[in-house]
């Protein structure tokens, strides 16, 4: 009896990198969409996509997202503060790598701030590295590619009266 185990072995590898590009697909299906209604001005279900203890470092900074931010009450704080600066974004890649369990992924994330006047006030590239656990992130580190931009950002927004602390007393209030 003459054994063809390499059939076998394409047909698994096939079926599995298939599995693959069908959980990288659902997981960008579900970031566009959360990054939509972030764009719209609720960080509510992208929020959701973290866990109880996860971490967000940002790049170091004189800027209102500087540093480490941990725990979900501090990532909503950082959302909330993407929103109210009028910053928006777009999905542009995703990289996935790892079992369903402990996902690491690449996303490419492009922003932009626009004036009351129409003037771009800013726009970057960014790469976000994402740990997670059982689909929720645990750790998200948020790399731009100029630093500068999101300095200037925010001194765009000070003369514009949105800087960092009107952004504090605004949500300390519930305004935005």
Known sequence: ?????????????????????LVQRAILVKLRRDVRALNAGDPGPLLAGYAADAVLQFNDGPHRWAGTHAGKP?????????VAAGLTGEI?????AGPPWALSMAVRF?????????????ANR?????R???????????FYEDTGRIV???????????GAR???????TGAR
Do not use: H
């Open 132 to 142: 997670t656990r059982w689909g929720r992130i645990v750790r998200q580190e948020d």
């Open 126 to 130: 960014t790469v976000l590295v994402v």
């Open 152 to 162: 200037e950002l925010e001194r765009k927004l000070t003369e514009r009266g949105r």
């Open 110 to 122: 492009d922003d932009r701030s626009v004036g009351e006047d129409g003037e771009e006030l800013y």
């Open 74 to 82: 501090a990532i909503e704080r950082f959302l909330r503060d993407f």
């Open 1 to 21: 009896m003459t054994r063809r185990p390499v059939p076998y072995l394409v047909a698994g590898a096939a079926a599995g990198a298939g599995l693959r590009a």
């Open 166 to 172: 009107a952004f504090v007393r605004a949500t300390a």
């Open 92 to 96: 542009v890649g995703l990289w996935v």
